[in-house]
């Protein structure tokens, strides 16, 4: 009995790890996507209010609209959407967890070995959660209001100094990454 046993959780056990790796891909996929969705429609809005008027008109889009939009991706698919960075800017929000804060640290470290920051991501079950980041990088448009001092304009230096006494975003160049977009849903584990 104890043989046949053992023969048969040999015979299941490829078929079980074909079957969880098959669930964790379309979990990526799907968490991929999600947090995917929204930086392009954020970039464009940004560009847009940038170009009509200035990078401190522009400053709603990045505080208001950011937020607006994570919230009606987890109505429309449970999935919690975040914006979160080692140097955040708004202490409400955007400090990262400790796997969030790991993860971080590990795009830093393998963007500063030469990998191309637009490609870091992790995604992966914890406890009953499947849980992805994706590396948010530093474009040119981005530091009108995460640049130097000198590349912040006086008028959106008041406004980021009026809403963020604490603000720990700035002093970036292009290439670096200015933090994660993080999603999270709830899945039960498979039960096999
Ligand atoms: C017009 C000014 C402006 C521009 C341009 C801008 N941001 Fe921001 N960014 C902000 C503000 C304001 C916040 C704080 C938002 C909040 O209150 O949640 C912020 C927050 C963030 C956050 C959330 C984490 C944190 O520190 O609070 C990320 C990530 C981020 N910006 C990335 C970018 C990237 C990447 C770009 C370029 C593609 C960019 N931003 C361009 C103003 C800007």
């Known amino acids: 009995m104890k043989t046949l046993l053992i023969a048969a959780a040999a015979l299941i056990a490829p078929f079980v790890t074909t ?3 098959a669930a964790d891909d379309a979990l990526l996929g799907e968490a991929r996507k999600v947090a995917m969705s929204i930086p ?3 970039l464009a809005s940004l560009q847009e209010e940038i170009s009509k008027s200035g990078p401190e008109g522009a400053i709603p889009v990045c505080k208001d609209m950011a ?3 994570a919230g009606k991706v ?3 698919t449970g999935w919690k959407v975040k914006r979160v960075s080692l140097k955040p800017r708004n202490e409400a929000r955007a400090i990262p967890d ?3 804060k790991a993860a971080l640290e590990d795009f830093d470290k393998r963007a500063a070995a030469g990998e191309s920051p637009a490609q870091l991501e992790k995604g992966e079950m914890v406890g ?3 849980r992805y980041v994706k590396a948010l990088p530093v474009q040119p448009l981005c530091l009108g209001c995460h640049g130097s001092a000198d590349q912040i304009s006086p008028a959106v230096k008041s ?3 009026e809403h963020y006494p604490n603000d720990r975003a700035t002093g970036y160049s292009a290439g670096q990454i200015r933090g994660a977009i993080s ?3 709830p899945f039960q584990a498979i039960a096999m």
């Open 19 to 21: 079957l969880a790796q």
């Open 40 to 42: 392009p429609k954020l």
């Open 67 to 69: 937020p607006k939009m």
């Open 74 to 76: 987890f109505q429309e």
């Open 98 to 100: 400790e796997w969030e």
């Open 128 to 130: 009953n959660e499947y």
């Open 159 to 161: 406004v980021l100094a």
């Open 183 to 185: 999603v999270r849903k």
